[in-house]
């Protein structure tokens, strides 16, 4: 049974993050283009919701023992966004198709939530370390500089760069490493529980799940986004 570490104790002195869903989402504008271009209409409100559906179903599907970056996890992933976010199944290919097409040409994750550069500010201000470790294809790093969150965070660990992907606790100990802290110094943020969540644990590290609609049960502390953390932090 996985020992579920007080987010707390002991206080971490370091806090990294995930990127893609938790400092950067998907280019709502660009989504919105590729929806028009197939014909399909679009409503961001509930494009978000679909997406929030399809990210605790696949974490459900990675609690049964899967890695969490299968290829047809993600397929089932963006089926789910599409059909909960109104496209037709006659459109899902073409829609599928051009998300393919423009996260090559340019990658996709790049909506910066409001009040994130400014909660990581404020949690650099409370005196903790920040860094970020992502599941990514190499690109993570270029993407934060674009969104205007890289100089936030002393450095970035790609997964592809590193031969090495969460929830594989080493990983997260070359994080720690990269600090000069213990791992049980440091704390982990991020949105999928047995990705992150359980990941971090597996290295002693503590950690936060990002339950932005607050509908998630799992034992762990969360917060709604990553604005919510400095109040969090003031609060303990």
Sequence with gaps: MTSVPSPTSPSPRAILFDAGNTLVFADRIRMAQ?????????????????ELTAREEL?????????GTEPHLWRDYFITIFSLSGVPEEAMDQVG??????????????????????????LAGQGYRLAVI??????MEDVLIRAGLRDLVEFVIDSDRVGMEKPDPRIFQEGAR???LPPQDCLYVGDLYPVDVVGAWGADMSAILLDPAGRLQFPVDRVRAVRDLPDYFEGR
């Design 34 to 50: 590729i929806y028009a271009t197939a014909g399909v209409g679009w409503e961001v409100e509930r494009f978000v919701s679909a």
């Design 97 to 122: 198709s051009l998300l393919r097409e423009e996260h090559a040409r340019d990658h996709l994750w790049t909506h910066v939530e409001e009040g994130t550069g400014d909660a990581l500010d404020a």
């Design 134 to 139: 992502s599941n990514a294809d190499g690109r």
């Design 178 to 180: 990269r600090l000069g």
């Design 59 to 67: 974490a459900r599907r990675v609690s049964e023992g899967h890695v």
